[in-house]
């Protein structure tokens, strides 16, 4: 559910407007805890003349919030860029490594460089760049709120499509988080090409099936 007026000011109160640089990049990121898939991060750049309404954690929002507000977000955020970190990137650096590459690569993709970036979480990606680390700034801060609706629905679509690729599995349901659902299916299909090995279910269901 999507927060109210009166909530979203007084949580943007912790972090004053005075302190926001004028150019600020907010990141985030869509992907850290599924078995299957890329990580994906975004970027965005708002203009302060052009605020948006109703932004907000995109775990908070329905997939219809989600859908109009990155339209809006791609169309009147001053740049944005997405980016992601692939399966064997996930497995070969590890998921938070591989979290932080693709927020580089966000970063460096905007076609306006920011005076500072602000990344959701704890930990800051490695580039010459003011930076600063935020715990639940997908909730306190508008542009990582936005980068965190790209970064979802980017994911999600390409979730969509690996449904199409890689049927039983139900990707477009679950997106690739482990459900009970999913967890079936790997223990009868075994996993495809798009699941990371390196995570726990998946070593346990390698062997499985092997239908891909």
Known sequence: MARSHSEAQLELALLPRSEMPALLAGVDEAGRGPLAGAVFAAAVILDPARPIRGLDDSKRLSAGQRARLA????????????????????????????????????????????????????????????????????????????????????RDAVMEDLDARYPGYGFARHKGYGTAVHLEALAHLGPCPEHRRSFAPVRLAQGIGGAF
Request: hydrophobic letters at 55%; a positive charge; aromatic letters at 2%.
């Open 71 to 154: 339209l809006t977000i791609r169309a009147e955020a001053v740049a944005w860029a997405i980016a992601e970190a692939s399966v064997a990137e996930i497995d070969q650096l590890n998921i938070l490594q591989a979290t932080l590459l693709a927020m580089r690569r966000a970063l460096e993709a905007l076609p306006v460089t920011p005076t500072a970036a602000w990344i959701d979480g704890l930990h800051c990606p490695r580039l010459a760049l003011p930076m600063r680390a935020i715990v639940g700034g997908d909730r306190r801060v508008p542009a990582i709120s936005a980068a965190s609706i790209l970064a979802k629905t980017a």
